[in-house]
């Protein structure tokens, strides 16, 4: 459970750098698991989070990659 743990605190970083607000992935995690005390959480319920927060991540990535395109196109 602490290494799934890790990840899902990576993970946030991660968002975070990306430039969601913490608010946001507050909210991410508040929607996922209906708390965001990660701490108390269950490993199924850490699993489930990990996931949704990878799959915000792999959408979060595609927007910028989407973004930089039309960027690039408009030079």
């Known amino acids: 459970m602490?290494?799934?743990s890790l990840t899902v605190t990576d993970q946030?970083?991660?968002l975070i750098d990306m430039g969601y607000y913490p608010f946001q992935v507050?909210?991410?995690i508040?929607?996922?698991i209906g708390t965001t005390k990660l701490d108390?959480?269950?490993a199924t319920e850490l699993e489930?989070?990990?996931i949704e927060l990878d799959n915000q991540i792999r959408f979060g990535l595609k927007?910028?990659?989407l973004k930089e395109k039309r960027?690039?196109?408009n030079d």
Request: proline residues 0%; aromatic residues 4%.
């Open 48 to 50: 489930t989070l990990r």
């Open 30 to 32: 508040q929607d996922c």
């Open 71 to 73: 960027i690039n196109r």
């Open 40 to 42: 108390q959480l269950s």
């Open 12 to 14: 946030v970083k991660k």
């Open 2 to 4: 602490h290494d799934q």
């Open 63 to 65: 927007c910028q990659t």
């Open 26 to 28: 507050n909210g991410f």
